[in-house]
């Protein structure tokens, strides 16, 4: 069973940047493609990140350019470096996981929260 436990999220003002973690255990997420969603309070759950066995990415329209996703394979975890924070990314942040081949995530964190001010 894989656990992913997501952490880095808080408050920020505008322009701030901050750095999301989620830590994968329970097995090696190697093979596996890991993301980034977002869900906003009213809103529907939105794509932010993902970064493949190859590592190559993939990102959301509203935070291409200003967000960077990572993972570090000795570590199992993967990030979400945030920068250039607005307003509107605010929200409740949440890692999966699935493996790369397969289309649906079924591994997800239980999220974190990031609240930025103007």
């Not at 952490?7 to 093979?31: E, F, N, P």
């Not at 309070?41 to 990140?49: C, T, W």
């Not at 250039?84 to 493996?99: F, H, R």
Request: hydrophobic share 30%.
């Amino acid at each position: 069973q894989v656990r992913l436990v997501e952490s880095g999220g808080g408050w920020a003002q505008a322009g701030d940047s901050l750095r999301l973690a989620c830590a994968a255990s329970g097995r090696s997420l190697d093979t596996y493609v890991m993301a980034w969603f977002r869900q906003a309070p009213g809103k529907d759950r939105e794509f932010v990140a993902a970064i493949y066995t190859s590592s190559s990415r993939s990102y959301g329209d509203s935070v291409r350019g200003r967000f960077t996703i990572s993972r570090d394979y000795a570590k199992n975890t993967a990030y979400l470096q945030m920068n250039s924070l607005k307003p509107e990314d605010t929200a409740d942040y949440y890692c999966a996981a699935k493996l790369h081949h397969t289309n649906t995530y079924p591994y997800w964190g239980q999220g974190t929260q990031v609240t930025v001010s103007s």
